[in-house]
Every structure is written in C-alpha cells, then in structure tokens.
C-alpha cells in the first residue's frame, strides 16, 4: 500500500525522488518481516507433514514376531554369525562373525563408514540383518 502510494504521488509530481527512494526502502523493509514469516511457516507446514508421513509409517509397520514361549536370557553376551547386512545396494557388513562376552569390554574400531554404528543399531534390532544372525544371551 505504501509503495502504491508513493508510485501515485511521484507520478503525479508532488513526491521527489529522493523521497520516493526513501518510501520504497521503507517499503521493502515494512514487507520483509511477514514475507520471512510465511516462509518459515511454509516450511514448517512442511515439516510437519513428513513428521506425520513418518508416524503414519511406524503406525501402520507390522510389530516383529514374538516366541511362543518367553523365557530368560542366559546371560548377556552378543554374538554375531556370519552377518550380512546392506542398506539398498549398499552392502556395509559382509558375514562378520564375533562375540563380546558379558561383562567384557568390546570396543568397535575401524574408519568412518565401516559399519560400527551399524552393528550397533543390529544388536538393538532397530534393523533385521540381511543374512546371518544376532544373539543376545542366547535369543535372536
């Protein structure tokens, strides 16, 4: 409204032109706080949608297969054999085998990418593994 304003008055020649540049800085820096806002509001509509994209995903995942008859770990060591595990094409883990024994420590070494946090995220089965298996006190 103000630019439309000061366009009239300076076309009309009662606004100089130093006024008139005066009125369009104003001007733009009048509109740039609610033109951020919608911005960031549409990029927070966004957000939320794949937030719920997501949830609706976990929702509608089916929950991993239970024994019929539960029972007690045997203690607690972790054992991998002959493990494979890749994410899409990309194969991370190719039959590793190994055990930590329970109250050992086990460190996890090697370069970024060599799938350390990998094996971690198998042993809390956030992830099923390709072929092999993962045992923790005995269960898979």
């Not at 919608?38 to 994209?53: D, P």
């Not at 092999?132 to 898979?140: D, H």
Request: charged share 15%; proline share 6%; no cysteine.
């Amino acid at each position: 409204m103000i630019l439309l304003l000061a366009t009239h008055f300076f076309f009309g020649g009662t606004l100089t032109i130093p006024v008139f540049l005066v009125f369009l800085v104003i001007g733009h820096q009048f509109y740039q706080p609610p033109l951020m806002a919608a911005g960031l509001f549409t990029m927070e509509a966004r957000y939320m949608n794949i937030a719920a994209e997501r949830m609706q995903e976990v929702l509608l995942t089916e929950p991993l297969s239970e024994p019929a008859v539960s029972r007690p770990p045997v203690g607690y060591d972790i054992e991998f054999k002959d493990v494979s595990f890749s994410y899409l094409e990309a194969q991370v883990l190719d039959t590793v085998s190994f055990k930590a024994n329970e109250g050992s420590v086990t460190a996890l070494v090697g370069p970024s990418g060599s799938g350390k946090t990998t094996i971690t995220n198998l042993i809390a089965r956030f992830w099923d593994v390709d072929s092999g298996s993962v045992s923790v006190g005995g269960w898979m």
